[in-house]
Antibody, heavy 118, light 107 residues
Framework: EVQVVESGGGLVQPGGSLRLSCATS????????MHWVRQAPGKGLVWVTR????????TYADSVKGRFTISRDNAKNKLYLEMTSLRAEDTAVYYC???????????WGTGTTVIVSS | DIQMTQSPSSLSASVGDRVTITCRASQSISRYLNWYQQKPGKAPKLLIY???TLQSGVPSRFTGGGSGTDFTLTISSLQSEDLATYYCQQSDSLPLTFGPGTKVDIK
């Protein structure tokens, strides 16, 4: 079964850091670009960042540029999101998402919740 | 950035009704438009990609259309399990952007 499972969310103070992980299985991880998408409570979906299949190219939304870093370990079939200088507005459910080669984001995890609050 | 808008923001319809949701891009995106369904408390699910291609396993009552700046998602015969919020998303250029969503309720 194709699966992505996020972990690492939690409560963090403003200015703090957190590292999210995404464990993948059931598909050839190294063949797919991957995304992080977030959803603030009661709000819509917002794309955060994307990384290419080999981990050499990444792109970020302006709102997180310079604070978040996406990375991957193809040997471990894992995706990561390093978040620093966290703000209240970063509070959201963070989804790890597979890119289906220009055919949409076709596999979503259940999400991990990040709450930034003092 | 390409802005995506959707209308209506919400709708209520009866089982069996035909429902159409509209998505508009702030500039032409060819057919780089995807639709997602998010049921309450769940992760989004890909319904349609490239404007009109049905994702595997998605019921045929869902159809997508359009190109350029104007797109539609139609549910030909609404079912109770279609209660959800529907989002369009452009994949033409970065940053990828989603519409604000259309919440579909069942009367």
């Amino acid at each position: 079964e194709v699966q992505v499972v996020e972990s690492g969310g939690g409560l963090v103070q403003p200015g703090g850091s957190l590292r999210l992980s995404c464990a993948t299985s059931g598909f050839t991880f190294s063949s797919h670009w991957m995304h992080w998408v977030r959803q603030a409570p009661g709000k819509g979906l917002v794309w955060v960042t994307r990384i290419n299949d080999v981990g050499t190219t990444s792109t970020y939304a302006d709102s997180v540029k310079g604070r978040f870093t996406i990375s991957r370990d193809n040997a471990k079939n894992k995706l990561y999101l390093e978040m620093t200088s966290l703000r209240a507005e970063d509070t959201a459910v963070y989804y790890c998402v597979r890119d289906s080669h220009s055919s949409g984001m076709d596999v979503w995890g259940t999400g991990t919740t990040v709450i930034v609050s003092s | 950035d390409i802005q995506m808008t959707q209308s209506p923001s919400s709708l209520s319809a009866s089982v069996g009704d035909r429902v159409t949701i509209t998505c508009r891009a702030s500039q032409s995106i060819s057919r780089y438009l995807n639709w997602y369904q998010q049921k309450p408390g769940k992760a989004p699910k890909l319904l349609i990609y490239a404007a009109s291609t049905l994702q595997s396993g998605v019921p045929s009552r869902f159809t997508g259309g359009g190109s350029g700046t104007d797109f539609t998602l139609t549910i030909s015969s609404l079912q109770s399990e279609d209660l959800a919020t529907y989002y369009c998303q452009q994949s033409d250029s970065l940053p990828l952007t989603f519409g604000p969503g259309t919440k579909v309720d069942i009367k």
